[in-house]
């Protein structure tokens, strides 16, 4: 079984650039979330997808974040512009159902110059 | 409204020694609750899960914890330490009905030889 699969692993950039992460989902899994985790923080839930249609985005921070999912097995996280106090941990999380246990992908490594 | 708190931010225990993790929830009904490791850089793994059903749950790792409604705790514990258990524990609670999850601030474990 594959897990919950995340595109990159680590990402550099320089504030203002364009930046998208990925995810791919356990097959099967309905459910699909976006976290943050920083130190400050801790892990905040960005956005929630059920069957591919977002049902929760209160959690993104700005405009300047966006998600997709465009269809069961793939779904991205975009910043646009990055700046540096984006820099944070980006888990992508997936379920069977709504309501059920969450599985997490390895993490994005984002650090914003 | 729902809460965890963790009572401990650092556990430091000698290895082959039990080991202890404290976690209160505040919950107007019988929540799921769960204990997530997170390993240096690493993603989140569920150790496992309480919903209402045994009241002692073990998990992955010789890790168990035992559901206390009276006390309204789910402390987390192991009966002998190994260094690979050195990584931070999260507890976490569901809110019901739905996706949200509510996560404890974390523990850091450190395993010293």
Redesign the interface.
Known sequence: DAGVIQSPRHEVTEMGQEVTLRCKPISGHN?L?WYRQTMMR??E?LI?F?NNVP??DSGMPEDRFSAKMPNASFSTLKIQPSEPRDSAVY?C?S?PQ??E???????T?LLVL | AQSVTQLDSHVSVSEGTPVLLRCNYSSSYSPSL?W?VQHP??????LL?YTSAATLVKGINGFEAEFKKSETSFHLTKPSAHMSDAAEY?CVV?RD?????I?G??TKLIIKP
């Open positions: 459910s979330f801790g892990l839930l929630y059920n049902i929760d888990f999380a379920t709504e309501g246990t969450q599985y997490f992908g390895p993490g490594r | 769960f997530y850089n690493k993603g989140l793994q569920l899960k999260f569901r009905s739905n996706y949200q999850l996560w601030a974390g």
